[in-house]
């Protein structure tokens, strides 16, 4: 069945760079997401690859898809006092679905 | 703003009623997605339509329904509701369909539960 896992907490200060992994079991995925939470709202969409890419870049956002080892990593340049969130990870398989499955979150403290 | 619109905010009931939490989409998309963010389930795809019909199932209990109307927005109601209903209830849309940047999924606010 469809996993996704992400380690719960990360701390970093300000002005360094944040990596946040994620690794997922559906070898099917086509689509890979990551979305951020900020306390008490809803979730944005921050960036997305294909798993037919295995970088993409974006402002300060660097996403790393590595399929044979079915691991995403988002790595955040310059981590802000705004970018304090839980960022989840997500997958979506191939053609034919479209529900995402999400990992647990990612809780990104940033120390000033 | 993700142009996903989701009332009401917040939700104070008691067990065993029955409540409507309401979705109106991004203009344009086709899709509606139901997720359930709880503590110790994390974020669950409940139920998806698609142009006013169902089109995927998720973890959605039998004591929830959801529909989708002529205008695509979409309700999801929950009855004889239990305390560990209480739980923050996104709703998603997406134009489904073609091209990459109509695969995503652009979220609601969401619904704050609280079930007594």
């Known amino acids: 069945g469809e996993d996704v896992e992400q380690s719960l907490f990360l701390s970093v200060r300000e002005g360094d760079s944040s990596v946040i992994n994620c690794t997922y079991t559906?070898?099917?995925?086509?689509?890979l997401y990551w979305y951020k939470q900020e306390p008490g709202a809803g979730l944005q969409l921050l960036t997305y690859?294909?798993?037919?890419?295995d970088m993409k870049q974006d402002q300060r956002l660097t996403v790393l898809l590595n399929k044979k080892d079915k691991h995403l990593s988002l790595r955040i340049a310059d981590t802000q006092t705004g970018d304090s969130a839980i960022y989840f990870c997500?997958?979506?398989?191939?053609?034919?679905?479209?529900?995402?499955?999400f990992g647990k979150g990612t809780k990104l403290s940033v120390i000033p | 703003d993700s142009g996903v619109t989701q009332t009401p905010k917040h939700l104070i009931t008691a067990t065993g009623q029955r409540v409507t939490l309401r979705c109106s989409p991004r203009?344009?998309?086709?899709?509606v997605y139901w997720y359930q963010q709880s503590l110790d389930q994390g974020l669950q795809f409940l139920i998806q339509?698609?142009?006013?019909?169902?089109?995927a199932k998720g973890n959605i209990l039998e004591r929830f329904s959801a529909q989708q109307f002529p205008d695509l927005h979409s309700e999801l109601n929950l009855s004889s509701l239990e305390l560990g209903d209480s739980a923050l209830y996104f709703c998603?849309?997406?134009?489904?369909?073609?091209?990459?940047?109509?695969?995503?999924?652009?979220f609601g606010p969401g619904t704050r539960l609280l079930v007594l």
């Open positions: 203009s344009g998309d086709l899709s």
């Open positions: 690859i294909f798993s037919n890419m």
């Open positions: 997500a997958e979506r398989a191939g053609a034919g679905s479209y529900q995402l499955t």
């Open positions: 998603a849309s997406s134009v489904e369909g073609g091209g990459d940047r109509r695969e995503t999924q652009y």
């Open positions: 339509y698609y142009n006013g019909e169902e089109r």
């Open positions: 559906d070898s099917s995925s086509t689509y």
